[in-house]
């Protein structure tokens, strides 16, 4: 080659270079500049940095294309349980996941909240759906990908940095793990309770954030910091602190080895997030009565990122309009008025949250379960934690995400998209056993009912529906016949239904009595308001009397609400007569709601408080029906009564294989015991009699053990209205 082709090529190669070095710029330049402007053009990333998704101090972008597009979240946390089934079995299948997708999609969410790591089939349909629907123009189900943490640990270590920082190092292995699996390139090995499989299907760019932790326990964020006052500060590659505690530090550190792993083997980020809740949160709450709801605060303003991190952090908290009692007590917040002019001590909260940060905010959890059981209440608005029929509930929930929205938060996460038979509520969890729960369906149960997809018992439909109508009992035998009525009983996996026929019965002005004996060697003999004696002792009875004054009653000596509060601790007053067997009285059922508190400022004393869950709720509970009421008991047309009794009221602690409580004062604890079925009777006293029968015949109703639930998927009535709602407020944001 002459001197004259080498000056060429070199001059060609210089040009080139310079060229290449112009594009260069111009992308490092755009992709850091303008980053807000969801109305930009196309915005080149840098080199070696791909994302998807990223944050300014409001909101959070999704890359559509070639712009950048505001997206405000409206989502759904999904749980990994089904009936009969534990969710470290993670049993929901394919084709489960892909049905619930397109019921979801259909409800004008955009957005879904796992926690942890689930098995390849999650994966896997996401991505056949959401290739499907891009296909059709439709948009994705984007993901927003939980990093767990072993509660058990929290609870024995009590220490972030404990152990030689144990937990600390747990959640970082799970988070890279999570980072391979959704990149399609992970095999995990059979763990019992946890995730297996290979993972091979790369669900990246659907997943716009991660959620790193849980609601944290305050002894566990007290405990790390006061055993680590030295480890205050944290310097890393992408993410450090300022003015930080050892917790935060904890959290900086956590979040900044997984977005390095990332982006170390995939050159890929997006937007973070440290978990917290109203508990910890960093704003002062002076009206709350327990102490530990206010403790200590984890302030996640403290963890910043470097110019290498391109997402951006947002701020993730749980927020429940009932819990804590902040909600019910806080002078600011229940004076606070809502756009509707009533209070609203949640917009109030919300608004508040929003002062101290400086980031996006999704609520990542909000939510109202449609359930019988009630557990807390919220004293000024009536969003409670509990007894909220399923049209209530999605009210509520589009209050709640309206709010959100006010307040000019980044979105909402519904909690939960499925019903979860698995879970406990502390006002009745030592009432049932542990390792049975998710074989039956327990109404009592509030945190058990907080989706939008119910599991109702029966293969596709319930044995029999509390509505008036008697033809699905077409194929039941009669139990009990005498000149007046009959009385027919059947049973599922949630409840105990009866039926009662009588052409001579008034319902307005007539009481029925139905007698249950239970458990063998206690309970009552006679029932003294009515002179009424029972061929066996009766543990409860049932007394209708109208829509207004139906109650189950339950023997004093069987009282568990009793034992639980007077005996087993000194809550309230002890009754002498309540330890007596064959006593004669019958109390109302009740459950706790809240213990003594003092709210404080004010010094206001809040007595020990619970309310009466045995009172009947008439109605009707067909959802096929315009009057549907899912917290309906009992309703009466054409002479044809039906009720349905929760097996909790009843004191049976596992429908399935026959399991209630034992004798309490006799074991002095609630301990379980097997039955061989329940002994039934019914009494009608005319209105213009007070004299019952005497040794009222009682006949064994016994029902078929099980292994596993009969259930099949409903769509509540809240579901419904929800999708109403997020398609409002898909249309507001377009505007």
């Not at 991190?309 to 606070?336: A, L, N, R």
């Not at 709210?599 to 004393?605: G, L, R, S, Y």
């Not at 309490?664 to 609630?670: D, L, P, Q, Y």
């Amino acid at each position: 080659m002459n001197v004259k082709t080498k000056m060429k090529v070199s001059l060609g190669i210089g040009i080139i270079f310079i060229v290449v070095c112009i594009i260069i710029g111009y992308q490092v330049f755009f992709s850091n500049t303008n980053t807000n402007n969801s109305d930009s053009a196309a915005l080149p990333q840098e080199v070696g940095v791909r994302y998807i998704s990223k944050t300014d101090q409001d909101s959070l972008y999704v890359k559509d294309g070639k712009k950048w597009e505001k997206m405000f979240i409206q989502g759904v946390n999904i749980g990994a349980g089904k009936p009969g089934a534990f969710p470290g079995e993670l049993a929901i299948t394919y084709d489960e996941y892909y049905r619930w997708f397109a019921y979801i999609s259909d409800m004008n969410a955009n957005t879904i909240r796992v926690y942890t790591t689930l098995r390849p089939q999650f994966y896997n349909a996401l991505f056949d759906f959401n290739q499907a629907a891009e296909k059709e123009g439709k948009d994705p189900i984007y993901v927003i990908h939980g990093v767990w943490v072993n509660e058990s640990d929290i609870l024995s270590i009590e220490d972030a940095f404990g152990e030689d920082s144990k937990i600390m190092y747990d959640v970082i292995k799970s988070g890279q793990d999570i980072v391979d699996i959704i990149h399609g390139d992970s095999y995990l090995p059979v763990n019992k309770g946890n995730a297996d499989g290979t993972y091979t299907t790369d669900i990246s760019q659907y997943v716009i954030g991660w959620i790193l932790g849980i609601e944290w326990d305050p002894a566990f964020v007290v405990g790390t910091n006061d055993n680590n006052a030295d480890r205050n500060k944290y310097d890393g590659k992408f993410l450090y602190t300022v003015d930080a505690s050892p917790f935060e530090a904890f959290l900086a550190e956590v979040g900044d080895k997984i977005i390095d792993y990332e982006m170390t083997k995939y050159n890929m980020q997006r937007p973070v997030a440290l978990s917290n809740w109203v508990t910890t949160d960093p704003l002062e709450h002076p009206n709350e009565p327990y102490v530990n709801e206010d403790l200590v605060e984890v302030n996640v303003e403290h963890v910043k990122w470097n110019n290498n991190y391109k997402p951006g952090m947002f701020v993730s908290y749980h927020v429940y309009p009932y819990y804590p009692d902040s909600f019910s007590f806080q002078t600011d917040y229940i004076t606070y008025k809502g756009p509707d002019g009533k209070p609203d001590p949640y917009l109030a909260y919300l608004e508040d949250l929003k002062t101290v940060h400086s980031m996006p905010i999704v609520i990542s959890e909000f939510g109202i379960p449609a359930s019988r059981g009630k557990a807390h209440e919220n004293r000024v608005t009536g969003f409670n934690q509990g007894f909220i029929d399923e049209e209530t509930q999605g009210e509520m929930l589009v209050h709640m995400i309206n709010d959100i929205h006010i307040a000019n938060l980044a979105g909402g996460i519904s909690f939960s998209w499925q019903d979860e038979w698995f879970k406990r509520t502390w006002n009745n969890s030592d009432l049932d056993v542990i390792d049975s729960r998710p074989y039956w369906s327990n109404t009592q149960t509030n945190e058990q009912h907080f989706g939008l997809l119910a599991f109702d018992p029966g293969s596709s439909e319930s044995i029999t529906y509390v509505d008036g109508q008697v033809n699905d009992w077409a194929n039941d035998s009669l139990f009990y016949e005498d000149d007046d009525k009959k009385l027919y009983v059947n049973s599922d996996e949630a409840y105990l239904y009866l039926r009662v026929d009588s052409s001579n019965y008034n319902f307005k002005n007539d009481t029925l009595l139905i007698p249950i004996d239970t458990i063998d060697e206690q309970g009552n003999q006679k029932f003294p308001e009515y002179d009424t004696t029972f061929s066996k002792s009766a543990d409860f009875v049932l007394k209708i009397h109208g829509q207004d004054d139906s109650h189950l009653l339950v023997d004093a000596y069987y009282d568990n609400y009793y034992f639980r509060y007077a005996v087993l601790s000194d809550l309230i007053e002890k009754n002498d007569a309540f330890h007596l067997k064959n006593s004669g009285i019958f109390n109302p059922i009740r459950l706790a709601l809240n213990k003594k508190m003092i709210v404080p400022t004010e010094k206001t004393v809040i007595p020990f408080t619970g309310y009466e869950t045995g009172l009947l709720l008439y109605g009707i509970s067909n959802p096929d029906r315009m009057e549907y009421n899912s917290l309906s008991d009992f309703y009466y047309e054409d002479g044809n009564l039906e009720i349905r009794i929760p097996w909790q009221l009843l004191n049976v602690m596992d429908p399935s294989k026959k399991v209630v409580i034992d004798d309490m004062h006799a074991r002095g604890k609630i301990s379980p015991i097997q039955v061989n079925g329940f002994n039934i009777g019914i009494e009608l006293i005319k209105d213009d009699s007070d004299k019952g029968t005497q040794d009222l015949t009682m006949k064994e109703y016994n029902w078929k053990q099980w292994d596993q639930p009969t259930y099949h998927e409903r769509l509540k009535k809240s579901y419904y209205i929800v999708q109403q709602g997020f398609k409002e407020l898909l249309d507001a944001n377009k505007e």
